[in-house]
C-alpha cells in the first residue's frame, strides 16, 4: 500500500482546488466527480477517507458525502 502522501499525490483530483473536493454542494463537486471517474484509485480514496464513519464533507470514491451520508446527484 502507498503511504498518505503518495496516495494523496496520485489521485486525479488532486490538481483540482480543495473547495471542490471538500463542498457540501452538488453543482460544485461536478468537477471531483469528474475526475473521480477517471481515478485508477478510487476504492482505496473511499476506503481511507471512510466518509460513512467519519461524518466527511465533500467527495470520496466518485461520490458526494454530507455528513457521512451520501447526497444524490
Not at 478510487?42 to 447526497?71: I, K, M, Q, Y
Request: include cysteine.
Amino acid at each position: 500500500m502507498t503511504s498518505e502522501i503518495d496516495w494523496r499525490r496520485a489521485a486525479a483530483c488532486a490538481s483540482l482546488p480543495q473547495r471542490y473536493v471538500f463542498t457540501r454542494n452538488p453543482s460544485e463537486a461536478e468537477h471531483t466527480l469528474r475526475a473521480c471517474n477517471q481515478c485508477q484509485i478510487r476504492r482505496e480514496c473511499e476506503a481511507v477517507v471512510d466518509p460513512s464513519h467519519t461524518w466527511f464533507d465533500g467527495v470520496s470514491g466518485g461520490r458526494l458525502w454530507r455528513n457521512g451520508r451520501e447526497v444524490a446527484v
